[in-house]
Each structure stands twice: as structure tokens, then as C-alpha cells.
């Protein structure tokens, strides 16, 4: 197994106190997108990738219900990762099986993901935001499988974080408390604290109280329902990683309806032009620009290298 790139490392960044931005990708190209996106007013970038669940099925017209074939997900996932320069977590579900864990960990550890989190549901799990009734796994037995996960990739940086949900079933604030104390005393990279609340609320209390048990992994979580919280805010209360974990699908998703529904209704597609991406954007993002200019670029050179051939002989 081989180090990652330095940039990959997300075990060093939040070791160094970095506070990071996560945004979902689906495949290779929303990775570029996230990888590349930029506000030039405050210089503020995304610092790594999530690689989701819900929308890797999604992309692949499937529920987000543990249906795609691991592997099938592991080609999806390296495709991110390789076109990514940044830290990419991959949303790992519940793991399955603690060998399927292992193995799912080991692969991911072997392309250079720089985490992976795992859901503490009984599997096969529903989506979080899905209210039908959801058991959790048990908490001693979920920590063992993540203790196990952990020993498969021994002296390695990818992270293993545990996902807590006692928020999304309602099972409450001292149920979620007691998993998180359990999953750190085992030695979990960190945990992930989910809520469907409007406002940050949950998300304060629990990392002001997970903090007092003594613990120090680093705390992440994702804004869905409460979409009006900053990203500094929540640095504030003592997260270290926000993650935007559906955006770009969702957005990739309502501008294709729109894009379709207006070529039918209109007849053609002048209508939709100036909502789409130029084709030289599509061309300069994917790197075609750039690669039939190095094409040129080497034409030149074989010309001159024949010119200089023929001058020498």
C-alpha cells in the first residue's frame, strides 16, 4: 500500500487544526467541479470531496438502499478519487458485513481515500431523512466492526468515522452521547453526528457535550435540514469537518428536467441556452483544451526533430 499524496491526507490537515468544507461528487467530473470551485472574494475553496452514497445510486437510476455491487461502487469511487487532488471520504453505509468492511477498507485504503464513514443501522439501512422506523446496530458490536476495520489496514491514514443516528430516529441526545463514548473509548479516527433539525441546535449540544466526556476525535456533520447554518458557525460550536453531501446531484438533477422540459416544450434549445455550460467550459474543465494544445505541441517538435534530421544529413 502506498502513501497518499500529501494533499490526500486528511489525517494530517485535521491533525494541523484545519476546519474543512467536504462537497459530494458523483463521479470524476463533480469532483473536478468541486476540486476547481472558488470564491474569489474570500479566497474560500472546498478542501475535499465526499463521496455519497444516495447520490452514487442515484447516478446509477438505483434507491439508496445498499443495492449496488461493492465493486461496481469501489470503480465509482477511484474514478473520484484519482480526479480529486483533495482529501475524498467515502460515504461507506453501514459496511455490511465486518468482512465485507474489511474488505470495502482495504481497497479503498489501497486507491488513496482518505476516509471512510460508517452508519451504526442494522443492515440493509434506509436513507436517514427516510422516517420510517430504522434500528440502530448494537453499539458494542458496531465498535468491534470498526476496531476490525481498522486492524485490516494496519499503519495506514485512511480514517475510519463512525456515523451516529440516534438524532435521526429519535432516540435522543443521551442515546447518541452513550454510542459516541463507546466509539471513541474504542478508538474510532472520529464520528459523525447527524440530525434533521431546521437549526444547528442538536449539533451544538452534542459536540459542547461529547467534548466534556473527554474525547478529542474529530466531530463532522452534515448540514441537509439545517441548510441556514454557516459553515463557520458550526466551526464555532466545535465541528471540524462540514459536509455538503447530495448538492451537486441535486442541482445536476433539477437543471436536466429543466433543460429537458424546455427543448420539448419550446421545440428547440435556444431557450435554454444561457443556463447551460458552454461546450469550450465542458472542453477546458475535462481537459480536452489543454490536451489538443500539448497535441500541437508535440506536432511542432516532430516537424522540427525531422527538419533538423534532414539539415544533419
Same mark, same amino acid.
Given at each position: 500500500?502506498?502513501?497518499?499524496?500529501?494533499?490526500?491526507?486528511?489525517?494530517?490537515?485535521?491533525?494541523?487544526?484545519?476546519?474543512?468544507?467536504?462537497?459530494?461528487?458523483?463521479?470524476?467530473?463533480?469532483?473536478?467541479?468541486?476540486?476547481?470551485?472558488?470564491?474569489?472574494?474570500?479566497?474560500?475553496?472546498?478542501?475535499?470531496?465526499?463521496?455519497?452514497?444516495?447520490?452514487?445510486?442515484?447516478? *446509477?437510476?438505483?434507491?439508496?438502499?445498499?443495492?449496488?455491487?461493492?465493486?461496481?461502487?469501489?470503480?465509482?469511487?477511484?474514478?473520484?478519487?484519482?480526479? *480529486?487532488?483533495?482529501?475524498?471520504?467515502?460515504?461507506?453505509?453501514? &459496511? &455490511?458485513?465486518?468482512?465485507?468492511?474489511?474488505?470495502?477498507?482495504?481497497?479503498?485504503?489501497?486507491?488513496?481515500?482518505?476516509?471512510?464513514?460508517?452508519?451504526?443501522?442494522?443492515?440493509?439501512?434506509?436513507?436517514?431523512?427516510?422516517?420510517?422506523?430504522?434500528?440502530?446496530?448494537?453499539?458494542?458490536?458496531?465498535?468491534?466492526?470498526?476496531?476490525?476495520?481498522?486492524?485490516?489496514?494496519?499503519?495506514?491514514?485512511?480514517?475510519?468515522?463512525?456515523?451516529?443516528?440516534?438524532?435521526?430516529?429519535?432516540? &435522543?441526545?443521551?442515546?447518541?452521547?452513550?454510542? %459516541?463514548?463507546?466509539?471513541?473509548?474504542?478508538?474510532?479516527?472520529?464520528?459523525?453526528?447527524?440530525?434533521?433539525?431546521?437549526?444547528?441546535?442538536?449539533?451544538?449540544?452534542?459536540?459542547?457535550?461529547?467534548?466534556?466526556?473527554?474525547?478529542?476525535?474529530?466531530?463532522?456533520?452534515?448540514?441537509?435540514?439545517?441548510?441556514?447554518?454557516?459553515?463557520?458557525?458550526?466551526?464555532?460550536?466545535?465541528?471540524?469537518?462540514?459536509?455538503?453531501?447530495?448538492?451537486?446531484?441535486?442541482?445536476?438533477?433539477?437543471?436536466?428536467?429543466?433543460?429537458?422540459?424546455?427543448?420539448?416544450?419550446?421545440?428547440?434549445?435556444?431557450?435554454?441556452?444561457?443556463?447551460?455550460?458552454?461546450?469550450?467550459?465542458?472542453?477546458?474543465?475535462?481537459?480536452?483544451?489543454?490536451?489538443?494544445? %500539448?497535441?500541437?505541441?508535440?506536432?511542432?517538435?516532430?516537424?522540427?526533430?525531422?527538419?533538423? *534530421?534532414?539539415?544533419?544529413?
Amino acid at each position: 500500500m502506498h502513501p497518499y499524496p500529501p494533499l490526500k491526507s486528511l489525517r494530517r490537515l485535521l491533525a494541523e487544526g484545519r476546519h474543512m468544507r467536504f462537497m459530494e461528487a458523483h463521479n470524476a467530473l463533480s469532483a473536478t467541479i468541486a476540486n476547481e470551485a472558488l470564491d474569489p472574494a474570500s479566497a474560500r475553496q472546498f478542501d475535499g470531496v465526499w463521496a455519497s452514497s444516495l447520490t452514487l445510486t442515484a447516478a *446509477s437510476a438505483l434507491p439508496d438502499l445498499e443495492m449496488t455491487v461493492v465493486d461496481n461502487r469501489l470503480d465509482a469511487i477511484r474514478e473520484i478519487v484519482e480526479a *480529486s487532488r483533495k482529501p475524498v471520504i467515502v460515504d461507506g453505509d453501514t &459496511g &455490511g458485513s465486518t468482512s465485507a468492511l474489511r474488505y470495502f477498507c482495504r481497497k479503498l485504503a489501497r486507491m488513496g481515500a482518505a476516509a471512510v464513514i460508517v452508519e451504526e443501522k442494522a443492515h440493509i439501512k434506509l436513507n436517514s431523512l427516510d422516517d420510517t422506523a430504522q434500528p440502530l446496530a448494537d453499539p458494542i458490536e458496531f465498535a468491534v466492526k470498526l476496531g476490525a476495520a481498522r486492524e485490516a489496514i494496519p499503519n495506514h491514514d485512511l480514517m475510519v468515522i463512525a456515523r451516529l443516528e440516534s438524532l435521526m430516529v429519535r432516540a &435522543g441526545m443521551d442515546d447518541a452521547l452513550a454510542r %459516541a463514548d463507546i466509539y471513541a473509548r474504542s478508538g474510532v479516527d472520529g464520528v459523525m453526528i447527524h440530525s434533521k433539525h431546521k437549526d444547528a441546535s442538536e449539533i451544538a449540544e452534542f459536540c459542547s457535550r461529547f467534548r466534556t466526556l473527554g474525547h478529542r476525535q474529530p466531530i463532522f456533520c452534515v448540514p441537509t435540514t439545517y441548510h441556514v447554518a454557516h459553515a463557520e458557525t458550526l466551526f464555532a460550536h466545535g465541528v471540524q469537518g462540514v459536509i455538503y453531501a447530495n448538492h451537486q446531484l441535486r442541482a445536476a438533477h433539477h437543471a436536466m428536467k429543466l433543460a429537458c422540459a424546455s427543448i420539448l416544450v419550446n421545440d428547440r434549445s435556444t431557450e435554454i441556452e444561457l443556463a447551460l455550460s458552454s461546450t469550450k467550459q465542458l472542453f477546458d474543465e475535462v481537459g480536452y483544451t489543454a490536451e489538443v494544445e %500539448a497535441i500541437a505541441e508535440i506536432d511542432r517538435r516532430i516537424v522540427a526533430a525531422r527538419r533538423d *534530421s534532414t539539415a544533419a544529413a
